[in-house]
């Protein structure tokens, strides 16, 4: 059976038993504690945790998941072992609530033996130690034996943290046979690379508090993980994932690549793994958003990128590798993964931009680093300066550097490192989000029990509309939160800003008991509504009948905003071409912001294309429509999905001119009601990321009139017409620079004329005077005037300047028989100054102009001494 066969055979085995295939989720997870989706249940998580209602009681997936970095920071042992994958695809299939032990083990018993054909003589299990009802099952319902039902402890409990949910598990085994080592079955400590685990059936049956105590959940359920790549290596009797059809098929490209052939010898081998296999990760979560950078997931894609570009580099390849390899698992998992498929010209433009740049950078590195090594004692460690200038200057990640240095019996400096980097090293640590933490967790828990969630109703309703209190909380130094059972408040999601507005509490007789204003609105889980108040009046309380109302003229400015930012996502994808991907956005009353992927700044000439072409659609006026519709015709429409979004079977769609995105925030009806658009600035916020802000509407008038207001007082100071500022401006710095230069003139000419009365002072064709007040170059031009008069063969000027600090300056001919410089240079230490250098001119200026008599004394005494 191949990997394509697999994935059909799983998903239809239990789509059979009433379970909705879901699709793979994104490889970025909802979940701020992870980096990558990096398990089949993480999808899944507010489902099991109760935070959510799922779409389906039984789900099955198979869900394509990355681990790298992080505590399964197993990078450097991929291509080494048989095992170790940073991508891969786990199958799974989940009840929540509603099967349990009962149904989950006959079916992964069915599964494996008749629809994969297992030899069930070769299969062993292992349960909990506690866990007697999986034991019997096993052995009574399934009939395995129970001398192959071992039971572990810990290998055999799972959690998810340490506390919530958590439950015993039980594992399935293959026995590839007695070449592998001894038997006794999985619980044999030195039988692991005979017995290999290929699937985990988690029973979550427990919930845990903060102080350790565990009770029954209430509707316990069920988590499963089958890796399928472990599975393809048994049905295709492979001893190595590597070997499985599709990996197989990527290590052949990886040879054509190169050069090398598999089996030439073990180096080139080992890079021909790592090549295959990262080819996968990198395509994978190139496609999915993240984008090489030295932060977040970013850096670990980097990580992952740059160690493939190293093998190559070393096997001698000096052509770029990394698009053909893109293509190759586009090709191979493109039907299965269309999303690859669909982003196939981004993914490779992206992973070759970045190995041609680490490319450039390699070979100096590489060079720093081996001279490095070579002055080293044997197994002792490289200085964490060097770990931290490969990373600094040569973009190697440390863990390469770690690599390279472990592959020769070397070490690397980690502490001295951390050292060396201080806040570069805290930018590069994953970026975790602070989420609000609220106080009143129970009580939100209580409502998602209860089935009390939030019914948005502000699409339509957004003034008077009619609600009850469902919770209140807060106080005491907390912010209060109240909670309705309906709400016209749209709460903070997909960039847009939480509503605002008020709240008010109506008693039998139709009269305003309370009043509260609402200060923003936000999920505190999903489905479920926060409206975080300040109370103006009163008090309020569960089960109070309430008048809703949101502040309408600030959700239409953000509606205006939010559809602009689809038009803008176009726009910059029309100019800059499809990898201006959308990275982060804000949509706020009175501008947008927009982060996109991009390599380099937008040119002035790119920016004015982006404004023309949102704008045209602004006056075409044309409608924008909103509709909810279901995954599938979203995707039919050829929908876009947003950065970061969140989507579920039903989603809505908006269609905004050329712009079709799925969205569900809040937008106007017609393009004409945003207004003209303006982009008022572009900048870059990170490695491959730029944003742009932008104004529409009232604000962009606003603008148009403040700059012609000030465009108008210009025109009133130059005394011209507002259509000819530029042209009064160009006279003005005209006669500016004519002045300029007459006042020049005079100087000179004030200078010569000074200049016969201080040559006609001369003694023996030496001039020394004190003359204050002039700037430091007008007393160089009249020390030059002086140095020109009939007779004169050296000059040297003292003064203090109006301008503060003092001044020298000399001016010899080639008669004076010594150097401007051989008299200001000794005379400017007088003046705590410097400076004087020069042959025909010198020139010092200093601090201190109580000195400026004694400096003309230094050069008297050595003109004194030049004559006796």
Not at 74 to 86: A, I, M, N, Y
Not at 501 to 517: F, K, P, Q
Not at 691 to 709: P, V
């Amino acid at each position: 059976m191949r990997a394509q066969e697999l994935r059909k055979a799983f998903t239809d085995f239990f789509v059979e038993r009433g379970h909705q295939a879901i699709p793979s989720s994104s490889l970025i997870p909802h979940d701020d504690s992870l980096l990558f989706t990096n398990s089949g249940m993480v999808p899944f998580k507010s489902y099991f945790q109760g935070d959510e209602k799922p779409p389906s009681p039984r789900a099955v997936s198979i869900q394509k998941c990355v681990r790298a970095g992080g505590k399964h920071n197993d990078l450097d042992e991929v291509g080494r072992t048989s095992r170790h994958l940073t991508f891969f695809e786990m199958m799974g299939n989940f009840s929540f609530g509603d099967y349990f032990k009962e149904t989950a083990i006959p079916h992964a018993w069915t599964f494996v033996t008749d629809v994969l054909g297992l030899d069930p003589d070769r299969l062993w299990i292992t349960v909990h130690l506690t866990d007697d009802e999986a034991a019997d099952i096993w052995h009574e319902e399934v009939g395995v034996p129970r001398d192959r039902i071992q039971r572990l402890d810990d290998d055999n409990w799972w959690r998810m943290a340490d506390t919530g949910p958590n439950g015993p598990c039980s594992e399935i085994f293959w026995d590839k046979g007695p070449a592998y080592g001894p038997g006794g079955g999985p619980a044999n400590p030195e039988a692991d690379e005979r017995y290999v685990e290929i699937w985990n059936l988690v029973f979550m049956q427990f919930e845990t508090n903060s102080a350790g105590e565990s009770k029954p959940l209430p509707r316990p359920s069920i988590d499963t993980g089958a890796g399928l790549e472990r599975i393809l290596s048994v049905l295709q009797e492979k001893d190595s994932i590597f070997e499985i059809d599709e990996m197989a098929r990527l290590i052949e490209v990886a040879s054509e690549v190169t050069g090398y052939a598999l089996g030439a010898d073990d180096d080139s081998d080992l890079a021909l793994r790592v090549l295959a296999e990262h080819a996968r990760t990198t395509t994978f979560l190139i496609s999915d958003g993240v984008f090489p950078s030295n932060e977040d997931r970013g850096y670990v894609l980097r990580r992952i990128m740059r160690r493939a570009t190293r093998f190559a580099y070393l096997l001698g390849v000096t052509d770029i590798v990394s698009p053909k390899l893109v293509d190759a698992v586009v090709e191979i998992m493109g039907a299965d993964y269309p999303e690859i498929a669909k982003n196939h010209q981004l993914v490779r433009t992206v992973a070759e931009r970045e190995e041609a740049q680490f490319r450039r950078r390699l070979a100096n590195g590489l060079k720093i680093l081996d001279e490095e090594l070579a002055d080293l004692p044997a197994g002792s460690d490289v200085p964490g300066s060097t770990v931290f200038l490969l990373h600094d200057t040569y973009g190697f990640p440390k863990e390469v550097t770690a690599e390279v240095a472990a592959e020769r019996g070397y070490g690397i400096d980690l502490e001295g490192f951390d050292l060396e980097m201080g806040r570069q090293r805290d930018r590069a640590k994953a970026a975790h989000k602070v989420s609000r933490v609220a106080s009143d967790a129970e009580a939100v828990a209580d409502l998602v029990e209860r089935g009390e969630l939030t019914l948005f109703v502000g699409r339509d309703h957004l003034s008077d509309v009619p609600s009850e209190v469902v919770a209140v909380t807060g106080g005491e130094g907390e912010p209060t939160s109240i909670f309705l059972s309906r709400s016209p408040f749209y709460a903070e999601a997909g960039g847009q800003i939480g509503d605002t507005g008020s709240i008010r509490a109506i008693d039998a007789n139709g009269d305003v008991v309370a009043e509260a204003r609402v200060l923003d609105t936000v999920y505190a889980v999903p489905d479920v509504q926060r409206h975080i108040v300040e109370i103006v009046s009163g008090s309020f309380a569960a089960g109070d009948h309430v008048r809703t109302s949101i502040d309408i003229d600030r959700r239409d400015r953000i509606r205006r905003y939010h559809t602009a930012t689809h038009l803008v996502h176009w726009a910059l994808r029309e100019v800059l071409g499809e990898g201006a991907k959308q990275q982060g956005s804000l949509v706020a009353p009175d501008r947008l912001r927009f982060d996109f992927s991009h390599h380099e700044a937008m040119t002035p000439a790119q920016i004015r294309r982006v404004e023309d072409l949102v704008n045209d659609q602004v006056l075409s006026n044309a409608p924008a429509t909103h509709p909810e519709v279901s995954r599938e015709e979203a995707e039919a429409m050829g929908a876009i999905a947003f950065f970061g979004d969140k989507y579920g079977d039903r989603v809505r769609v908006l269609s905004a001119g050329p712009s079709v995105e799925f969205c569900g925030g809040t937008h106007v009806t017609a393009l004409g009601s945003i207004g003209p658009v303006k982009i008022v600035s572009e900048s870059s916020i990170g490695s491959n990321i730029r944003r742009i802000e932008a104004i529409a509407g009232d604000e962009t008038i606003e603008l148009i009139r403040s700059e012609q207001a000030r465009l108008t007082e210009a025109a009133e100071l130059l005394n011209v017409p507002v259509g000819s500022v530029s042209e009064g401006v160009r006279k003005r710095l005209a006669e500016i620079k004519a002045l300029h230069d007459e006042v020049a003139d005079l100087r000179r000419r004030f200078a010569v004329g000074q200049a016969s009365e201080l040559a006609a002072g001369a003694v023996g064709g030496a001039v020394l005077a004190r003359i204050d007040g002039p700037a430091r170059n007008d007393l160089k031009d009249l020390a030059v005037a002086v140095r020109d008069q009939p007779g004169i063969e050296l000059v040297v000027l003292a003064g203090a300047p109006d301008g503060g600090g003092a001044a020298l300056v000399g001016a010899v001919t080639p008669d004076a028989g010594i150097e401007a410089g051989a008299l200001i240079g000794p005379a400017a230490a007088e003046i705590s100054g410097g400076g004087g250098k020069g042959k025909d001119f010198a020139m010092a200026g200093g601090k201190d102009p109580a000195g400026l008599d004694r400096a003309l004394d230094v050069v008297r005494n050595l003109l004194s001494d030049r004559h006796t």
